[in-house]
C-alpha cells in the first residue's frame, strides 16, 4: 500500500492550505516507526531549512536511507547550493531562453519568477519553468533570469514554504500540488492486483520504433500474466518515474535525447531500466561495439576505423579490403549516416557524404564486408 506525506517544518506553515491528515511536521516524520513497511511512501519535502545539516536537509536524506521517494533529493538540495553545480544541469536550456527575445518586452532585463511543481503564473514561461523543474525537481523554485546579449539563468534557489505569502501565489501552489499529487503519486485501484508497476517508454509517431503497435500491445498482455502492470508513458512523463517499479525503454535511444534522460532518471531512482544509461552510452555507439565484438572474438565482417581520410588511408583501405564497402557513422541508426561504395571515386565521395563536412571525419568508423553484396556490422 501506497503512503504520502507533505512534511513541513512547522505545521503552522500550513495554515493558508486546507488541513490533510498527509501534512506532517518533521519531528512527526521522524520519529515515524516501521520506516521500511511494505509499499511505496512517498515524501514531499517542504521543510524551510535546507542548509546542510538543516531540517530540510535531513528530513531528504532520511527519507533516502528509508528507501523512500522523496522529492528534492539530497542531490538537488546540496545542488541548489552551489552556482557551479546547478549551472551543470542548465546546459540545454539556450534554446527556450532564446524564445523569450520575442516573448518579453525589449526594456525588461530581469525576470524573478516563482516555480510551484513546474507552474508559474506567466504563461510565457510555463516552458522555461516546466524544464528547470525536471532538472531540479523541487517544490518551490525561486529563479532570477538576466538580459545581457541574450537571457540566461542568474540564479536558482530553493524556496521555503512561509515564503509564499502572496494569495495568488498560494492559490497557485495549492492547485499545482493538486495536480502533482494526483498525476505522481494517486494509483488507480486496478493496480494493487499487480505485483510490479513497469513503465514503458514510446513514442507513437516513432517512423522506425524498435517494437511495432502490436508488439507493445503483447508486451502488455503478457506483463499482466506474469503480474507485472505495464504502462505506456511519453516524453513528458520524466517526472511519473517514480510511481513505477521499472522502465522499458521502446524508443530508439541516443545520447543527446530524453531516452538517455529517462535512463538516468530511472537510475537514480533505483529502478530497473532496460536500457540503462552505461548500455545506452556504449551500444549506440559501433567503435565500442566493434571493438567489444573483436575482444570476445565474435566473427563479424572485416572492419576498419579511420581517423581520417587521407590519400594513404583510402589506398590502404582499397589494398587490404577491396570492395564494395559499407560506410557508416559510429552514432547512426536504422541506416542513418551509411552508404554503399563500389569505386574509389563513390569511396572518396562517401567519406564527405557519410560525414556531411570533413572536420567530422576523425568521428567516423566504416564497416568494410569481405563478401560481395552490402553487409551491416
Aim: aromatic fraction near 8%; proline fraction near 5%.
Amino acid at each position: 500500500m501506497s503512503s504520502f506525506y507533505v512534511v513541513v517544518d512547522d505545521l503552522g506553515d500550513w495554515a493558508p492550505y486546507y488541513p490533510s491528515k498527509d501534512v506532517i511536521s518533521f519531528d512527526q516524520y521522524l520519529a515515524l516507526a516501521d520506516s521500511r513497511s511494505a509499499g511505496r511512501v512517498r515524501v514531499l519535502n517542504c521543510c524551510r531549512n535546507s542548509r546542510a545539516l538543516g531540517r530540510g536537509y535531513y528530513c531528504s536524506l532520511l527519507a533516502e536511507a528509508r528507501g523512500h521517494h522523496v522529492i528534492p533529493s539530497v542531490r538537488v538540495i546540496s545542488d541548489l547550493r552551489r552556482k557551479s553545480l546547478y549551472t551543470l544541469q542548465l546546459v540545454g536550456l539556450s534554446q527556450t531562453l532564446d524564445k523569450l527575445a520575442g516573448q518579453l518586452s525589449a526594456d525588461q532585463s530581469k525576470i524573478e519568477l516563482r516555480i510551484f511543481f513546474g507552474e508559474v503564473t506567466m504563461p510565457e514561461l510555463s516552458t522555461l519553468a516546466k524544464q528547470l523543474f525536471e532538472r531540479f525537481p523541487c517544490p518551490m523554485l525561486e529563479v532570477r533570469l538576466r538580459r545581457q546579449k541574450v537571457w540566461q539563468v542568474d540564479s536558482i534557489r530553493q524556496m521555503a514554504l512561509k515564503e509564499i505569502r502572496d494569495e495568488a501565489e498560494q492559490e497557485l501552489f495549492a492547485a499545482a500540488l493538486e495536480r502533482f499529487s494526483n498525476r505522481m503519486w494517486a494509483k488507480p485501484r486496478a493496480r494493487k492486483r499487480y505485483r510490479f508497476d513497469l513503465a514503458m517508454l514510446v513514442d507513437p509517431d516513432e517512423a522506425l520504433p524498435p517494437s511495432d503497435k502490436d508488439a507493445l500491445k503483447r508486451f502488455v498482455s503478457s506483463g499482466r500474466q506474469l503480474g507485472i502492470n505495464v504502462e505506456m508513458i511519453g516524453k513528458r512523463d520524466l517526472m511519473r518515474l517514480p510511481e513505477y517499479d521499472g522502465l522499458f525503454i521502446r524508443e530508439t535511444t541516443a545520447i543527446d535525447h530524453h531516452t538517455y534522460r529517462f535512463a538516468k532518471k530511472a537510475e537514480a531512482e533505483g529502478l530497473v531500466v532496460i536500457d540503462d544509461p552505461t548500455s545506452i552510452l556504449r551500444c549506440t555507439n559501433k567503435i565500442y561495439l566493434a571493438e567489444l565484438l573483436k575482444t570476445n572474438r565474435v566473427a563479424t565482417p572485416a572492419t576498419a576505423i579511420v581517423s581520417h581520410a587521407d590519400k594513404a588511408t583510402v589506398d590502404g583501405m582499397i589494398e587490404s579490403l577491396g570492395f564494395p564497402m559499407v560506410l557508416k557513422i559510429p552514432d547512426g541508426a536504422f541506416s542513418r549516416g551509411m552508404c554503399k561504395v563500389e569505386t574509389r571515386e563513390e569511396l572518396v565521395r562517401g567519406f564527405g557524404n557519410c560525414c556531411r563536412t570533413p572536420r567530422w571525419c576523425w568521428r567516423r568508423s566504416f564497416s568494410i564486408p569481405t563478401t560481395t553484396g552490402a553487409s551491416v556490422c
